[in-house]
């Protein structure tokens, strides 16, 4: 990331703080909001020799209002908030040129959401063979957090995005999720 310029990240509902630890090897400073106590002072333990990453318990609300990022990541944590006004926030978060990656859950509703459902549905415990091969006894931490069923479709989603990150390109993934990536002008007044 700071080879692309994003040298102050926020991870926004960074639970553990496994992408801060990614991101940290990139970005000259990451500050991680979570909401959840729990996940917030295990972050906060892991990170607690590195100065370069701030972790808040706090959920995006709390964030330094003041403070402009040169990327914001969220990953299963936009659907857990008012996605209109949330969006319209994220983007004024952003420092001229930054970028916004979101990964999402979407609410099902149609034929294709069904047959990528069903494909998903397949390939799921495949994928969790292959990431967790031995069998475990209890749920890693960051399968811990409080989690939301997502209220919003995809065109919902797309819709939202259109008015509020012009630009922004979303795209259909497995595993009932999706990617949403905008980059704010360069230009920003």
Excluded at 35 to 53: C, E, L
Excluded at 87 to 116: K, N, T, W
Excluded at 153 to 182: D, K, N
Aim: with cysteine; hydrophobic share 45%; proline share 7%.
């Amino acid at each position: 990331m700071a080879g692309s310029g994003a040298h102050h990240v926020l991870d926004v509902g960074c639970g553990a703080g496994n992408l801060v630890a990614l991101l940290r090897r990139r970005a000259v400073t990451v500050t991680g909001l979570e909401p959840d106590p729990g996940m917030a002072r295990a972050a906060a333990a892991r990170f607690a020799d590195d100065a370069s990453v701030t972790i808040v318990e706090a959920g995006f609300a709390g964030r330094d209002p003041q403070r402009r990022f040169d990327a914001i990541t969220l990953v299963a944590v936009l659907h857990h908030l008012p996605l209109l006004p949330t969006l319209r926030e994220l983007r004024g978060c952003l420092a001229p040129g930054g970028r916004l990656v979101v990964v999402g859950c979407y609410r099902e509703a149609g034929r294709v959401d069904l047959l990528v459902s069903l494909l998903s549905v397949f390939l799921n415990p495949v994928m969790g063979l292959v990431k967790h091969p031995k069998r475990a006894t209890t749920l890693p931490l960051q399968m811990t957090a409080p989690t939301a069923d997502p209220q919003e479709t995809l065109g919902v989603i797309r819709a939202a995005a259109a008015q509020e990150l012009p630009g922004a390109r979303i795209r259909r993934r497995l595993f009932w999720r999706y990617s949403l990536v905008y980059d704010a002008p360069a230009d920003l007044a």
